[in-house]
Each structure stands twice: as C-alpha cells, then as structure tokens.
C-alpha cells in the first residue's frame, strides 16, 4: 500500500536519516513522509513506533526536520546556529517524554510515554541532533558534495573525508556524471 511513496533512506543517525526525510533540496525535492501515515511508518522502522499522528503533528515533524537541517548545515559550516530552528529544536526535546531503556541484551531502546504521542518521537530525534551539533558524538557534521542535495550528514569514517550524504544516491551519481564528462572530453578512451 505504501509503494506509491518514496522509499526511505535510513542511515545509522537518528537526526540525519530524519532530515534525509527530504531530499534534493537543492534539486527536485523528493518528500519522503507527506501524510501523517507515512511519517508513523518512518518511525516504526526507526524504533519510535506511535500510535497514531494527525495533520498538525505531520507539519510539527517537518518544522522540527527543517530546523535540524538548518541548525546542522549551520553547524558544518561553523556559522552562527539559526535562533528559530534551535528553539524548535529545544521546544520538541522538551515536549518529548521518552526514556531510554537497555535490553537484556545490552542495547538501547526508546520507550515513549504511555500515549505513545508523536511528540515524545520528536523528542527524542530533537535530542539525537542535539547531541550531535554540541559536537558531543564521534564524527563530523558535513555538507554533501552533490549540489542538488546538500544535505548535511554526520560523517563517523575515520579519515572524516567522507563527501556524499549516502554513496547509493548521490555518491554513484557524481561518479557518473564525472564518467560521462570525461568520455565526453576523451572519446574513445573510456571502457
Ligand atoms: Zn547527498
């Protein structure tokens, strides 16, 4: 049923992968949770698995996600943080009521209130970004080199050299524009 949308891209950075809700920004945007239930399904694959969202909470999330795109494209670039996007990202980690919780097999979950709201889902992606634009986990906010994109991703490789938001997506598509320049500059030199 929910073929007709997008496919999300997950990556292993809770804030990232939400911000990655939108992509090509810079480009065709691609909206990857336009309806409520799209958003409940992101979060269910995410481990914040709600009970239900409405209109508003949908336009909640996207305010929250614009706002940790902005503050974290900030932050990549050493500019000053945005003053509206961080008090949108302070007020949803504020209204969240999620605790975290360790499974006997010694990893960490997250247990939402007893209603299950998508504000206590909020919360806890407002505070994964907060974690990482304080520079407090090991890695390094970066911007992706595609230009259509943009994004900014959280590079954890070691050399921190990383330059595309994913290298499915946009990493595999700068490789073969380069290519196809390159066959066009040098005709017949190219496999
Ligand atoms: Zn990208």
């Not at 269910?44 to 305010?63: F, I």
């Not at 943080?81 to 969240?96: E, R, T």
């Amino acid at each position: 049923m929910s073929a007709r949308f997008p496919d999300f891209r997950l990556g292993k950075v809770l804030a990232t992968s939400f911000t990655g809700t939108l992509s090509e920004r810079h480009g065709d945007a691609v909206e990857r949770i336009p309806t409520p239930n799209r958003l409940v399904d992101w979060l269910a694959v995410s481990g914040l698995a709600v009970e239900s969202c409405t209109s508003t909470q949908l336009e909640r999330a996207w305010e929250l996600r614009e706002s940790i795109h902005a503050a974290a494209t900030a932050a990549a670039r050493r500019d000053p943080l945005p003053v509206s996007a961080v008090q949108v990202i302070n007020d949803c980690s504020a209204q969240g009521r999620a605790a975290a919780v360790l499974t006997p097999e010694g990893n960490r979950q997250w247990r939402l209130s007893s209603t299950s709201s998508v504000e206590d889902a909020l919360g806890v992606i407002a505070a994964d970004a907060i974690s990482i634009i304080a520079g407090e986990r090991d890695g390094k906010l970066a911007l992706c080199a595609s230009p259509t994109c943009q994004a900014a991703f959280f590079d954890t490789s070691q050399s921190r050299t990383r330059k595309w938001c994913e290298m499915n997506t946009c990493g595999n598509r700068q490789k073969k524009a380069r290519f196809n320049a390159y066959k066009h500059e040098n005709p017949g030199s190219a496999k």
